[in-house]
């Protein structure tokens, strides 16, 4: 399917740069012959459109909030247990607790251990799937939008500059990234008044 794509937009780039002077090829497929000009093509800035997009500025502060909040946790617990631990070889060093309470102390320690492990696994497994899933919230909102924006095929084809498809330089007149951006805050903010 990736090598369908880029030999898609391999031909498309060909065919543009072939007919610069009118505009317009015959492409072959399917069965069919279509015609497809440069203004049936378009493209998006992926990363300029996500860096400001309000739905992930919004989305992605509460995650890093959230993200910190837990760091910070997860450190304070750790040094608790640190030092605990230290103070624990230091009484057996200096001789103040018995072997039996040596052993005890030992044991409390690594249940502690093994309880902050668990814990913190747990919680930075529960972080990457928050993540994933406002990455998916907003990818979802972004492919549902263009969608809209293109329901009456404008576009032949709506491209990323970003992502590892082949777009090295492309016509300036051909981004969208602007407009489609422009919808995008627009239906969140009107998102946002309804709720």
Request: glycine share 8%; charged share 25%.
């Amino acid at each position: 399917m990736k090598k369908g794509l880029i030999l898609v937009v391999a031909v498309l780039a060909m065919a543009a740069c072939k007919n610069a002077g009118n505009g317009v090829e015959s492409v072959s497929g399917g069965g069919s012959t279509r015609e497809i000009g440069a203004a049936d093509i378009a493209y998006i800035r992926m990363d300029s459109l996500i860096n400001n997009y309000n739905r992930y500025i919004d989305l992605g502060g509460e995650f890093e909030a959230k993200a910190t909040k837990v760091q910070s946790d997860l450190e304070t617990r750790a040094r608790r247990l640190e030092n605990e631990m230290i103070d624990a070889q230091e009484k057996v060093s200096k001789g103040l607790v018995t072997r039996s309470q040596a052993a005890t102390l030992q044991e409390q320690l690594q249940r502690k251990g093994a309880d902050f492990e668990n814990s913190r696994q747990t919680q930075l497994t529960q972080l990457a799937e928050e993540e994933q899933v406002m990455t998916n919230q907003i990818t979802y909102a972004i492919e549902t939008y263009i969608a809209k924006f293109n329901a009456d095929y404008r576009y032949k084809m709506i491209i990323t500059t970003s992502g590892g498809t082949p777009i090295l330089h492309a016509d300036p007149a051909l981004d969208i990234t602007a407009e489609i951006l422009k919808g995008l805050n627009d239906e969140y903010a009107a998102e946002q008044n309804t709720k």
